[in-house]
């Protein structure tokens, strides 16, 4: 069984800093983790981290004076650096920390909502989403439209799984306030071609929200270089914890836009007839924020550093590619999506003959294959190609051509469970 691809990352090392990676299922089957664009597995030096930091510097951040507190927030707030020397942000400020990708969407949405002019989204104001959005991105500016009386546009989709761009020029109007795109589908896979859009939403003076959940984890992220207005993602995707996530938006905005939440920290003072708000990124990070959980992403970050976001990227190219010519040979296996590797990310969806995805995936599971089945909170792509759902294999740094083949396999034993 292949467990490395020549050249580029030591899988075999990699794993043995994940502890999961060794359990074995039902009595005899090691486990095969392929749902990585649900959550990433967490190696032994992020467990260390929480661990050190629960057991030894456990307080609260900011106003406290102790040796705890003071220790509290230097973890805390050199966290947020790493966070901002990974994604090349020109300002640590521009940092706010969410507790995922979710919060961080309804956290832009909800300070366009209440903002003043030239932000302000009203009656005759135009959203623009696409119809490959995870419902993260959809449900948000839903809301918003309801709330503002502004209309929700959205670009279709190619039958190979692209966005379909032919109509940009109509689809983003001198109306258009917003335009909120995913980076890298969740469930198709397709890697966008961001450069346009940004390029015309700008070009009409919108605003532009990135959804960089399923690329922040696999390849380098820059935000600089992605030139939009807001870039959400998420830790738990990235070897990081679950309950911390990260909103990046340029500083002038920040400063113009008002906070989405009230309460502790984010002020500046308070009266009983008026608050003043702290500058950000703390104006919009209301309450005892998520300290271990940023503390477990500064060491994640650490970790995908060590390693090289580079070679992590290419790792999966590699392995993206290696997957879709052994999926292309099982019979009756049809792939939802792009049917190459290229403009194309680690999660490969797909359709297997005649039978649900909740059946395959049960029986994958008896083998000790973990993938995902569903909709993967995408149902508007399904309803798109007309499939009910889809199981999806996707991949990430530890995966291994073995594990391919092992699906592969898992899906022969299927068809022979099925008849």
């Known amino acids: ?40 597995q967490k190696p032994q030096q992020v467990l260390d981290a929480l661990n050190a930091y629960y057991e030894l510097h456990n307080a609260n951040v900011h106003r406290g004076v102790h040796v705890l507190a003071e220790e509290a927030t230097a ?61 993260s991105n959809i449900v948000p500016w839903q809301l918003m439209c309801q709330r503002t009386g502004a209309s929700l546009k959205w670009f279709g989709l190619t039958d190979d799984g692209r966005l379909d761009l032919s109509n940009i020029d109509e689809v983003i109007t001198e109306n258009t306030k917003v335009v909120s795109v995913v980076h890298t589908s969740n469930i198709l896979g397709t890697v966008n071609p961001l450069e ?17 959940s399923q690329a922040a984890p696999h390849v380098p992220l820059d935000v600089q270089a992605l030139e939009a207005d807001f870039v959400a993602f998420t830790g738990h995707k990235m ?14 905005l920040l400063e113009e836009l008002p906070p989405f939440l009230g309460g502790g920290e ?3 003072t308070v009266t009983m007839s008026a608050s003043t708000y702290a500058p950000a990124p703390h104006k919009f990070e209301a309450g005892t924020p998520p300290i271990a959980q940023a503390v477990g992403l500064g060491a994640a970050i650490d ?11 290419a790792h999966e190219h590699a392995l993206t590619s290696y997957a879709i010519d052994a999926l292309n040979g099982v019979e009756g296996l049809e792939i939802i999506g792009p049917k190459t590797a290229e403009m194309r990310g680690a999660a490969i ?12 995936g049960q029986v994958l599971d008896e083998q000790g294959i973990a993938v995902r089945v569903g909709h993967h909170c995408a149902r508007p792509v399904c309803l798109r190609y007309g499939v009910p759902a889809t199981t999806r294999a996707s991949f990430y740094l530890y995966s291994t051509p073995g594990e391919v083949d092992a699906l592969v396999a898992g899906l022969e034993h299927v068809r022979r469970f099925f008849g």
């Not at 969806?349 to 395959?360: A, K, M, N, W, Y």
């Open 1 to 40: 069984m292949t467990t490395t691809l020549p050249g580029l990352l030591d899988t075999d090392a990699i794993r043995k800093d994940f502890p999961v990676l060794s359990r074995v299922l039902h009595g005899d089957k090691p486990l095969v983790y392929l749902d990585n664009a649900a959550t990433s």
């Open 75 to 135: 973890l805390y707030e050199g966290a947020r650096d790493k966070v901002a020397s990974f994604i090349n942000a020109p300002s640590r400020d521009e940092v706010i920390f969410t507790k995922n990708s979710s919060e961080s969407l309804n956290l832009v949405a909800n300070m366009l909502t209440w903002a003043d002019d030239p932000f302000r989204v009203g009656p005759g104001s135009e959203v623009v989403i696409t119809e490959m959005e995870h419902h």
């Open 266 to 268: 984010m002020i500046e």
């Open 239 to 252: 070897l990081a914890p679950t309950g911390i996530g990260v909103l990046w938006g340029r500083l002038g």
């Open 303 to 313: 970790y995908l550093n060590a390693l090289g976001m580079d070679k992590i990227a």
């Open 196 to 212: 346009a859009i940004v390029r015309r939403a700008h070009d009409v003076g919108a605003l532009v929200v990135v959804d960089a």
């Open 349 to 360: 969806s797909f359709q297997f003959g005649d039978l649900h995805p909740h059946d395959v």
